[in-house]
């Protein structure tokens, strides 16, 4: 899969870093609720925007070898509302910081917006799973086969 690979091997590395990284910075919120609270939410945003890029790279492989136009525009899709989502995310943690009341819209905005990215992600899933045009069969279903 080459560069795909390696691109998806460490956004899934980065991904669980932030998350594990959020769990911590949970734990420490007591001692400082706004600079830990936005570190968290910061954390939690980061994670799942690598968790999404995971995806990404791996539409971006499958619409390379089978030239189908929903799943690159699916990967398009997922591009620019996980940037858009990231954006929200950092716009609620600038707003936690300066404790702007407004951060609980842009919160709930990154929410959403980080939703419909895993729903398009899903779909990516399912344009690999029904496409027909890599030219070659597999000689049992995906869901039958083990994959190392």
């Given amino acids: 899969m080459g560069w795909h690979y390696k691109g998806a091997l460490w956004s899934g590395w980065i991904a669980i870093a932030f998350a594990g990284l959020s769990l911590i910075l949970h734990f420490l919120i007591k001692q400082n609720p706004v600079i830990f609270g936005a570190l968290t939410v910061l954390s939690i945003g980061l994670a799942a925007f690598f968790a999404t890029g995971i995806l990404w790279l791996t539409l971006l492989k499958v619409a390379e070898i089978s030239m ?81």
């Avoid at 940037?83 to 300066?98: H, Q």
């Avoid at 029904?130 to 083990?146: C, L, M, V």
């Fill in 68 to 148: 189908e136009t929903r799943t690159s525009r699916t990967g398009n899709v997922i591009l620019v509302m996980s940037i858009a989502a990231l954006l929200s995310g950092a716009a609620t943690v600038a707003m936690i910081l300066f404790q702007i009341p407004l951060f609980n819209f842009f919160l709930r905005m990154t929410v959403v917006l980080f939703t419909i990215v895993f729903g398009f992600c899903r779909y990516g899933v399912y344009c690999y799973r029904t496409q027909k045009s890599i030219g070659a069969g597999f000689t049992s279903p995906p869901d039958e086969q083990f994959w190392i």
